[in-house]
């Protein structure tokens, strides 16, 4: 493949030093021959009126009134869209001075002779067959032999290509006054020029055939470039001179990597952290890499602390061996359930207070017994009224024989006080009719109800 890339070269080489110099369009220097006619009048009128004015009145000079000249322009291009172009002309004419100038209007004709320089920029290059151009540049005049002006030359014109540096021009000037003898008029003109000299030939040079190409092997692994698929890097001839592939971009060749597909460490040849346990945390960083586990228990299960089944983050008795059905806690016997109901039966107070009577003492000594047995066993203490009085009355007061039932089993029976609460719901938890005194005396109660959580 390198060989037949550079005998491409060097045919491409032999062949542009056959190839023609590209061709300049800049103008050599040119003398042409211009006819052309003076207007003294219309750039007169322009100025006493307007263009608009002129024109609508059919006042512009004709043929009759302007006068023939002849001169001679040598042309020199500058660059390929820009001539120099030197002027000599005359003509006879009739000269309106201007007013300004304190010299009457000539009314005879008399020797016009003008000479200029300037440019004309030509919108296309001349290879074209006919090209637009703006002319600019400076005069002087002298008329009579006697009066010198300075002007101005502006205009637009035409170039025309006849072939081997032969144009026709031509041009619609005007000349602009600049001194006080000068006067603004319009020139039209028509010429043909030629070129003073022959169009040098730029001799063809024929390059030197290139050498032949050197075989070399720029990275030195001795694989020459023209064999080598990775010249700039040095590599093995089993991989055409480029280095061992790493596929996965993990840095260990697939030549050396157990898992060539997948990114990995070098001290796992290549392959990832392994997770024997599949739970999605690597063994790095798993606590427990052979049992399945959690991110934020770092790849361990979630703990069982009573080893009851149910893990912590669902047992409501962590610390408590218990069942699923209650949550992770133990069921409480029916026969508890019904001993701390009936002990809820007879707890009495003073009429209309809070104030426990004495004969309620036995029954909380007994539910008392019940929660030192089990350190894990709660207790909720609701306090309840019947529906006479009104609610500012029942409900402080339904409040208040809870708590009295709280602070006896707390301060007299010794039971801790974290495992009890409290709460008066006054007479919105009716079990009886109220309408009957048997179910006014039913409905004013304290319950007591056992719990794990």
């Given at each position: 493949m390198k060989k037949f890339l550079f005998a491409l070269i060097a045919i491409g080489l032999s062949a542009g030093s056959f190839a023609q110099t590209p061709v300049s369009y800049k103008k050599r220097p040119t003398l042409a021959v211009n006819f052309f006619l003076k207007d003294m009048t219309t750039a007169n009128l322009i100025d006493h009126s307007s263009l608009s004015t002129v024109l609508s009145k059919n006042q512009w000079a004709k043929?009759?009134?302007?006068?023939?000249?002849?001169?001679?322009?040598?042309?020199?291009?500058?660059?390929?869209?820009?001539?120099?172009?030197g002027t000599l002309g005359g003509s006879f004419v009739k000269y309106p001075f201007s007013y300004f100038s304190g010299v009457p209007a000539s009314t005879d004709s008399k020797f016009l002779l003008e000479t200029s320089a300037g440019l004309n920029i030509k919108l296309l290059r001349d290879k074209y067959f006919v090209v637009p151009y703006f002319n600019?540049?400076?005069?002087?005049?002298?008329?009579?032999?006697?009066y010198f002006a300075a002007y101005m030359p502006t205009g637009l014109g035409l170039q025309f290509d006849?072939?081997?540096?032969?144009?026709v021009h031509t041009l619609f000037g005007y000349n602009a006054k600049i001194s006080n003898f000068a006067t603004n008029h319009l020139n039209y003109s028509i010429g043909i020029g030629s070129p003073l000299k022959e169009k040098k030939e730029v001799p063809l040079v024929v390059a030197p055939p290139p050498p032949p190409p050197v075989e070399i092997d720029t990275d030195g692994d001795g694989i020459l470039d023209s064999k080598d698929k990775c010249p700039a890097v040095a590599g093995v001839a089993k991989?055409?001179?480029?280095?061992?592939?790493?596929?996965?971009?993990?840095?260990?060749?697939?030549e050396n990597d157990k898992c060539p597909t997948v990114k990995g460490l070098a001290?796992?040849?290549?392959?990832?952290?392994?997770?024997?346990?599949?739970?999605?945390?690597?063994?790095?960083?798993d606590k427990c890499a052979d049992v399945p586990g959690v991110a934020r228990y770092q790849g361990c299960p979630v703990p069982d602390g009573d080893k009851d089944g149910i893990n912590d983050?669902?047992?409501?008795?962590?610390?408590?061996?218990?069942?699923?059905?209650?949550?992770?806690?133990?069921?409480?016997?029916?026969?508890?359930?019904?001993?701390?109901?009936?002990?809820?039966?007879?707890?009495?107070?003073?009429?209309?207070s809070a104030k426990l009577m004495s004969k309620s003492f036995k029954s909380l000594k007994e539910v008392a017994a019940i929660l030192k047995a089990d350190a894990a066993l709660k207790l909720d203490i609701e306090g309840h009224t019947d529906n006479t009085g009104s609610d500012k009355i029942n409900e402080?007061?339904?409040?208040?024989?809870?708590?009295?039932?709280?602070?006896?089993?707390?301060?007299?029976?010794?039971?801790?006080?974290?495992?009890?609460?409290?709460?008066?719901?006054?007479?919105?938890?009716?079990?009886?009719?109220?309408?009957?005194?048997?179910?006014?005396?039913?409905?004013?109660?304290?319950?007591?109800?056992?719990?794990?959580?």
């Open positions: 043929l009759k009134d302007m006068s023939p000249g002849l001169s001679f322009n040598y042309y020199e291009g500058l660059t390929e869209h820009v001539d120099f172009v600019i540049g400076l005069g002087v005049s002298m008329y009579g032999g006697t006849l072939g081997e540096g032969t144009y991989y055409d001179g480029c280095p061992v592939p790493d596929t996965d971009g993990d840095g260990i060749n697939d001290k796992y040849n290549g392959c990832p952290v392994p997770d024997r346990d599949k739970d999605g945390i690597n063994d790095e960083e983050e669902e047992d409501k008795c962590p610390d408590v061996p218990g069942v699923r059905e209650n949550n992770g806690c133990p069921v409480i016997k029916e026969e508890v359930i019904k001993k701390v109901a009936a002990s809820s039966k007879n707890i009495f107070f003073v009429t209309g402080p007061l339904s409040k208040n024989r809870a708590i009295s039932v709280y602070d006896y089993l707390a301060t007299k029976a010794g039971v801790d006080a974290s495992k009890l609460s409290t709460e008066g719901f006054g007479s919105t938890k009716p079990v009886a009719d109220n309408k009957t005194a048997k179910g006014r005396g039913l409905n004013r109660r304290v319950e007591m109800k056992l719990k794990y959580y």
